[in-house]
Structure formats: C-alpha cells, structure tokens
Nanobody
Framework: QVQLVESGGGLVQPGGSLRLSCAAS????????MGWYRQAPGKQRELVAA???????HYVDSVKGRFTISRDNAKPTVYLQMNSLKPEDTAVYYC????????WGQGTQVTVSS
C-alpha cells in the first residue's frame, strides 16, 4: 500500500507564500511522475504542476513564474513552493503519484484571503 502525506497548507494573505510538502511511503515500485493538483469549490480538479522522473516539469499557465515544484527522489518527497499567492489560488491541493490511475494524498486546504 502506498501512502502520500501532505503538509504545509493554511491561510495566507494575498502576495504571501506557502510551501507544500508530500512524502510518499509504502510499496512504491516506480515513480514516473509526481505532482500537485487542486480543486476549488464548484470547479474541476486541475493539474497545477508535475515533475517526471526524467526531470521534465510542467506548470499550468496560471501559476507560471509564481510556483516552483521540486522533488527529492531519495525520500521520496515532492514540494510545491507557492509565491505571490492570489485569492484565485484558494483550493484544496492534492499530491499525486503516477497520474490519474496512481495514488493521491488526502488534500490540504490553501486559503488566500485578506
């Protein structure tokens, strides 16, 4: 069984920063991609950022230049540094391992509000 444990969410003012962490454990046979998704109330879940084992990185356009994804394969852990946060970044953020048919964390709430 694979577990993804997220941490780092919370309440922050517009323009502030947060860092999300996701630690994977359990019977992990291979890691092809680790990433972060988010789901705001009334909206579909969307991919925010992803990092492949080969080092390719993808960001959704709305976070480019503000968010940075990184990973530590030895642990394995994936991070999401979020800077210049906006109210529209408010959502539940989910860690993901190996895509839609892979594994998901429980979600962590990020609220950007003054």
């Amino acid at each position: 069984q694979v577990q993804l444990v997220e941490s780092g969410g919370g309440l922050v003012q517009p323009g502030g920063s947060l860092r999300l962490s996701c630690a994977a454990s359990g019977s992990i046979f291979s890691i092809n991609v680790m990433g972060w998704y988010r789901q705001a109330p009334g909206k579909q879940r969307e991919l925010v950022a992803a990092c492949t084992s080969g080092g390719s990185i993808h960001y959704v356009d709305s976070v480019k230049g503000r968010f940075t994804i990184s990973r530590d394969n030895a642990k394995p852990t994936v991070y999401l540094q979020m800077n210049s946060l906006k109210p529209e970044d408010t959502a539940v953020y989910y860690c993901n391992l190996n895509g839609n048919n892979g594994y998901w964390g429980q979600g962590t709430q990020v609220t950007v509000s003054s």
